[in-house]
């Protein structure tokens, strides 16, 4: 490495560190491998560290540009990462171009034409056109989508503080050759919800928020559902597990997922074949028509996740996903919804390639109890693989877990394990249900006998392990009962994504009177 990249990458590395000590107001968190690999990435934070940073900040941006080169200061390669042993990623960056700060101005006015908004009002935007230039809705500001928007081949920055309203029908997907940087903030996050008046809103007012890209999937010739089969904006997956469909950050989507055709929903966020350099992490789905957040394959990693009252599954995979989450909350409605977590690897061909098989920490799966509608903790099928480790399953009529179609080779060969969770007032006395004749759909593998076993670890309640208003629909608080020296829980792996501090079950530290939940989110009825 030359003389000045190292000079570069030692100023990047300071520039980092000034943020993690709060120095810049507009930016939560910088991923150094990104800030090295990504020139549009990086010219993204030198732009929002400028514009915010404190004093000793922005004269720092001024001494990287002077160096910047303007290309990747690391090789971005690897091999397919497998889910024990977690390569760095997590922030992201725009992945094939790099859009110069001095055109802004020109592209802002080029997408004033081509986007085809017509203005009701300073504040209200129409947006019935796709998006085929570098486009930005700015916050404070209210964007209604007409129809099936399309971001296609260029980038939608979605400002702290935006609201976008989804009118009957209409939806946002954003194709393999673009990106989105729906980037809220704490005190302002982005809004996707529906275009009816409070009051009057519900599940499948609008299609909700999709997302392609280039990593790798299972399924050949791999479409989304909702766009029909030669529309070729709707094909996503590739080669390149390091692939960014951009961020999504301190974001709300609600009261989404309508009806495509028969049977057939958008989710409230569907990721297809996104990779590890793409950013979800601050996101809640609400009250969506079909499942909250659904992935098709990819290596897209989740942190600090919400869904509440799905009516379908609320964390669903397919198509050979291998992400990672950490801190996830699940509250199932009573009357609505299926199972908290549905995993598959392909229906066609259960043994396909990549194999599904994510790593998850820290989550709270917060059921209903025996309400009008029974659920499950987890489906996993379609041979899935899965990590799951310091869960909280509370609540759940049904059972815990269902494990269905070949899983004893599965858990035999360590792609299936589930150890160190709490698993309270579930099913009958904490016990599964017994699955015998017809119903025996996993080739007689026992999913209580094996989650029993010594060696995981986990601990069986009768009594629940969150408080009751872990079941309120507006106001609930998903912090455990349990102290966390009664907690069985583990240390997540080393790695850039995973919190190794974590050692508590459940999405919420017992120790904080706080949480990660605070500010952003919301629980509107209607």
Same mark, same amino acid.
């Given at each position: 490495?030359?003389? =000045?990249?190292?000079?570069?990458?030692?100023?990047?590395?300071?520039?980092?560190?000034?943020?993690? /000590?709060?120095?810049?107001?507009?930016?939560?968190?910088?991923?150094?491998?990104?800030?090295?690999?990504?020139?549009?990435?990086?010219?993204?934070?030198? *732009?929002?560290?400028?514009?915010?940073?404190?004093?000793?900040?922005?004269?720092?941006?001024?001494?990287?540009?002077?160096?910047?080169?303007?290309?990747?200061?690391?090789?971005?390669?690897? #091999?397919? /990462?497998?889910?024990?042993?977690?390569?760095?990623?997590?922030?992201?960056?725009?992945?094939?171009? *790099?859009?110069?700060?001095?055109?802004?101005?020109? &592209?802002?006015?080029?997408?004033?034409?081509?986007?085809?908004?017509?203005?009701?009002?300073?504040?209200?935007?129409?947006?019935?056109? =796709?998006?085929?230039? #570098?486009?930005?809705?700015?916050?404070?500001?209210?964007?209604?989508?007409?129809?099936?928007?399309?971001?296609?081949?260029?980038?939608?920055?979605?400002?702290?503080?935006?609201?976008?309203?989804?009118?009957?029908?209409?939806?946002?997907?954003?194709?393999?050759?673009?990106?989105? !940087?729906? *980037?809220?903030?704490?005190?302002?996050?982005?809004? &996707?919800?529906?275009?009816?008046?409070?009051?009057?809103?519900?599940?499948?007012?609008?299609?909700?928020?999709?997302?392609?890209?280039?990593?790798?999937?299972?399924?050949?010739?791999?479409?989304?559902?909702?766009?029909?089969?030669?529309?070729?904006?709707?094909?996503?997956?590739?080669?390149?597990?390091?692939?960014?469909?951009?961020?999504?950050?301190?974001?709300?989507?609600?009261?989404?997922? !309508?009806?495509?055709?028969? =049977?057939? %929903?958008?989710?409230?966020?569907?990721?297809?074949?996104?990779?590890?350099?793409?950013?979800?992490?601050?996101?809640?789905?609400? *009250?969506?028509?079909?499942?909250?957040?659904?992935?098709?394959?990819?290596?897209?990693?989740?942190?600090?996740?919400?869904?509440?009252?799905?009516?379908?599954?609320?964390?669903?995979?397919?198509?050979?996903?291998?992400?990672?989450?950490?801190?996830?909350?699940?509250?199932?409605?009573?009357?609505?919804?299926?199972?908290? &977590?549905?995993?598959?690897?392909?229906?066609?061909?259960?043994?396909?390639?990549?194999?599904?098989?994510?790593?998850?920490?820290?989550?709270?799966?917060?059921?209903?109890?025996?309400?009008?509608?029974?659920?499950?903790?987890?489906?996993?099928? %379609?041979?899935?693989?899965?990590?799951?480790?310091?869960?909280?399953?509370?609540?759940?009529?049904?059972?815990?877990?269902?494990?269905?179609?070949?899983?004893?080779?599965?858990?035999?060969?360590?792609?299936?394990?589930?150890?160190?969770?709490?698993?309270?007032?579930?099913?009958?006395?904490?016990?599964?249900?017994?699955?015998?004749?017809?119903?025996?759909?996993?080739?007689?593998?026992?999913?209580?006998?094996?989650?029993?076993?010594?060696?995981?670890?986990?601990?069986?309640?009768?009594?629940?392990?969150?408080?009751?208003?872990?079941?309120?629909?507006?106001?609930?608080?998903?912090?455990?009962?349990?102290?966390?020296?009664?907690?069985?829980?583990?240390?997540?792996?080393?790695?850039?994504?995973?919190?190794?501090?974590?050692? &508590?079950?459940?999405?919420? =530290?017992?120790?904080?009177?706080?949480?990660?939940?605070?500010?952003?989110?919301? !629980?509107?009825?209607?």
């Amino acid at each position: 490495m030359s003389a =000045n990249a190292s000079l570069l990458v030692e100023q990047l590395w300071q520039l980092k560190r000034l943020v993690d /000590r709060g120095e810049c107001a507009d930016i939560q968190f910088v991923h150094l491998n990104n800030l090295l690999r990504e020139p549009n990435y990086r010219a993204d934070v030198l *732009r929002r560290a400028e514009a915010s940073g404190s004093e000793k900040v922005r004269k720092l941006v001024r001494a990287i540009r002077d160096e910047d080169p303007g290309t990747p200061l690391m090789a971005d390669s690897g #091999p397919q /990462r497998t889910p024990e042993v977690v390569p760095d990623n997590a922030e992201t960056a725009p992945r094939r171009r *790099r859009h110069l700060i001095w055109l802004a101005p020109l &592209f802002a006015a080029v997408a004033a034409v081509t986007v085809g908004f017509t203005a009701l009002e300073p504040q209200t935007v129409r947006i019935s056109n =796709n998006i085929t230039t #570098p486009t930005t809705w700015e916050g404070g500001k209210t964007y209604v989508l007409e129809d099936i928007v399309f971001v296609d081949n260029a980038t939608l920055t979605i400002e702290a503080g935006a609201t976008v309203l989804g009118e009957n029908g209409s939806a946002l997907i954003v194709t393999r050759d673009s990106q989105l !940087f729906s *980037r809220g903030r704490p005190d302002q996050p982005v809004v &996707f919800t529906s275009a009816r008046p409070q009051g009057e809103r519900n599940r499948g007012d609008w299609g909700g928020v999709v997302l392609l890209g280039s990593a790798p999937v299972n399924q050949p010739s791999a479409q989304i559902e909702g766009v029909p089969e030669h529309d070729q904006r709707g094909s996503f997956g590739g080669q390149d597990i390091t692939d960014s469909c951009g961020v999504v950050e301190y974001t709300r989507i609600e009261f989404a997922g !309508f009806e495509v055709y028969q =049977n057939n %929903e958008l989710n409230g966020l569907t990721l297809g074949g996104c990779g590890s350099n793409t950013i979800i992490r601050h996101v809640q789905v609400h *009250r969506a028509l079909d499942d909250g957040i659904e992935m098709f394959g990819g290596t897209v990693d989740l942190k600090h996740i919400l869904v509440t009252g799905a009516a379908d599954d609320s964390i669903d995979w397919d198509w050979g996903w291998r992400g990672r989450v950490q801190f996830a909350v699940i509250q199932q409605h009573a009357d609505v919804g299926d199972n908290a &977590f549905e995993g598959d690897n392909n229906g066609n061909q259960h043994e396909a390639t990549p194999r599904s098989e994510p790593v998850f920490y820290n989550v709270t799966l917060a059921g209903s109890g025996h309400g009008t509608r029974a659920h499950r903790g987890m489906v996993l099928r %379609e041979g899935t693989g899965g990590h799951f480790h310091n869960v909280i399953i509370d609540s759940y009529a049904i059972e815990a877990m269902d494990t269905r179609d070949e899983v004893r080779s599965l858990a035999a060969g360590g792609q299936l394990a589930f150890s160190h969770n709490i698993i309270a007032a579930t099913g009958t006395a904490g016990s599964g249900r017994q699955e015998q004749g017809a119903d025996d759909d996993d080739y007689g593998f026992d999913e209580d006998v094996w989650l029993r076993s010594p060696e995981s670890r986990n601990h069986f309640s009768i009594s629940s392990a969150l408080h009751p208003a872990a079941r309120h629909l507006t106001a609930p608080d998903f912090r455990p009962r349990i102290a966390s020296r009664d907690m069985p829980a583990t240390t997540p792996p080393k790695s850039e994504f995973f919190d190794e501090s974590a050692t &508590f079950s459940g999405a919420i =530290n017992p120790k904080n009177p706080g949480s990660w939940l605070e500010g952003w989110t919301a !629980f509107p009825e209607s």
